[in-house]
């Protein structure tokens, strides 16, 4: 009987251990980003600030995406209503995905403003019409997301 508490006893503490920590203190705030169906909705968020849009497949089924996520989510709070984060569900919107020319997924981007229906996507500091030269495709760190989005604030 007394092997059986101290067996009981032990597992508790090891129950008790091992979520310890599990919950999250941190005082970060993070944002969803705006899920988009139509280019309308992305001209609309244009005319008041930059739009930084990322095109992936949901539901976890691409590994990149997922761990792009929080990612944007904290840049979506740091530059909160400054910036809009966007993100286009390849599967679901897949004509805004051909109008981007999506092959490899996330594929992002900023688009700084609209000159007379023409984007004029964020690129390395300057301005480009060539989406493609704007792409930042696969998982890409927080740095290079931030010079971004400082550029096409910068630049609009």
């Given at each position: 009987m007394r092997n059986r508490i101290t067996i009981l006893t032990l597992l508790l503490m090891a129950v008790?251990?091992?979520?310890?920590?599990c919950t999250d203190n941190s005082t970060a705030h993070q944002s969803e980003l705006v899920t988009v169906n139509s280019i309308e909705?992305?001209?609309?968020?244009?005319e008041t600030a930059p739009v930084f849009i990322e095109l992936g497949r949901g539901?976890?089924?691409?590994?990149?995406?997922?761990?792009?996520?929080?990612?944007?989510?904290?840049?979506?709070?740091?530059?909160?209503?400054k910036v809009h984060f966007?993100?286009?569900?390849?599967?679901?919107?897949?004509?805004?995905?051909?109008?981007f020319n999506v092959y490899f997924i996330p594929d992002m981007f900023v688009i700084a403003r609209s000159d007379?229906?023409?984007?004029?996507?964020?690129?390395?500091g300057t301005l480009t019409t060539n989406s493609e030269q704007a792409k930042m495709i696969g998982f890409t760190p927080k740095g290079p997301l931030e010079i971004a989005i400082l550029d096409a604030l910068r630049l609009r």
């Open positions: 008790m251990v091992s979520f310890s920590g909705e992305i001209d609309a968020m244009l539901g976890g089924l691409c590994p990149s995406c997922v761990e792009q996520k929080p990612i944007l989510e904290e840049l979506a709070a740091e530059y909160d209503g966007v993100y286009i569900d390849i599967d679901k919107q897949y004509q805004l995905a051909a109008m007379n229906g023409t984007y004029k996507y964020v690129q390395h």
